[in-house]
């Protein structure tokens, strides 16, 4: 076995769909610099259009992606291959592997742990984010229940996130419930904290042996991705923003978990913007990075009805005048 100091270090970085996983890697990607080290890193996104990707892609991050899905269900290979890709460029000192929403961590972990990767990487620590205001809420579905949960109990580090959005007695809930599912974690509350990547490089290195039983989870469950669908449009021309708010505001969280992507609105054509909805809250900012990346939504549920939602997108974009044109 090489030496773990000779290895580079991997942070998985785990939670469950809008959590905020993208928007902590974006705050590590401004610390880095602070650290001495160079970061790479590896995304998967659950839908077939790369968004998060683009959203920290920037001129010398070394990047690399996991596309068919779900990482936890990729082949072994793909995972394995894009880790290796980074290691052998040489141009990064630690890799963050960013999982998609709905990825089973012990699977990912099983990977970056195999006897494969080994000689060239070490599992630094399991990062999952927690969105406290949703796991604050009554009526959690129960499959959701048993992935956050687990994705819980394999963390070494737990960020609540969203924090400013609650008041003390939930943010007390919540803390009692993570210590309850994992006590050992160092627990670090958003927007307030930031796990800092000097100190999680610095600590000593995540156990691999890592087997936990949820209390959930019964033998042979399937995943719950198996229940979920990605739908993906592309826009075709410059959109009314009322319309496409009205759009976001009316998407049922109980279908549509996750929304985002890239627009432009008709009286700004020349303006690109970002949009997220995370179970049927949404943001619209401008983007302003170049290149800019192509127009295009992904929604994210269980169950969705593609044709549905193409449908209402059409209607959106040219009228339904000629909501049977087949675009998109």
């Not at 773990?4 to 990607?29: H, N, Y």
């Not at 690399?64 to 990729?74: D, F, L, R, T």
């Not at 490089?201 to 691999?208: E, H, K, S, V």
Request: with cysteine.
């Amino acid at each position: 076995m090489i030496p773990s100091t000779d290895r580079l270090p991997v942070i998985l970085l785990t939670g469950f769909l809008g959590a905020g996983k993208t928007t902590l890697l974006l705050r590590w990607l401004a610390e880095s610099p602070a650290t001495g080290k160079r970061l790479g890193v590896v995304m998967n996104e659950f839908g077939a259009e790369s968004v998060d990707s683009q959203l920290i892609s920037r001129p010398g991050l070394p990047l690399a992606q996991v596309s068919g899905g779900c990482i936890c269900c990729a082949s072994d290979n793909e995972l394995g291959n894009a880790v290796t890709k980074l290691v052998q460029e040489g141009d990064c000192d630690y890799l963050v592997v960013e999982t998609s929403g709905l990825a089973d961590p012990d699977n990912v972990i099983d990977v970056l742990t195999d006897t494969d990767l080994l000689p060239q990487v070490r599992l630094q620590a399991v990062v999952t984010v927690v969105d406290a205001q949703w796991y604050a809420r009554p009526g959690i579905e129960a499959g959701e229940r048993v992935l956050v949960r687990k994705q819980v109990q394999f963390a070494h580090v737990l960020c609540l996130s969203k924090c400013d959005r609650l008041g003390d007695a939930e943010i007390a809930f919540v803390e009692a419930e993570m210590k309850r599912l994992n006590p050992n974690a160092w627990v670090v509350k958003l927007p307030f904290g930031l796990p800092e990547l000097g100190e999680i490089l610095a600590r000593p290195a995540a156990a691999t042996e890592l087997r936990i039983e949820t209390e959930d989870a019964g033998g042979g469950e399937p995943h719950l991705h198996n229940a979920y669908q990605s739908v993906t449009w592309r826009f075709p021309v410059p959109v009314d923003r009322s319309k496409f708010e009205a759009f976001l505001s009316g998407l049922d969280p109980r279908e549509v978990v996750r929304a985002k992507g890239f627009i432009r609105f008709a009286k700004q054509p020349d303006k690109l913007h970002v949009f997220q909805s995370v179970f049927g809250h949404h943001f619209i900012e401008e983007f302003p990075v170049k290149p800019s990346p192509e127009t295009v939504a992904v929604l994210i549920g269980p169950n969705l009805d593609a044709a549905k939602f193409q449908d209402q997108l059409r209607t959106l974009v040219f009228g339904p005048q000629r909501s049977g044109l087949k675009l998109g």
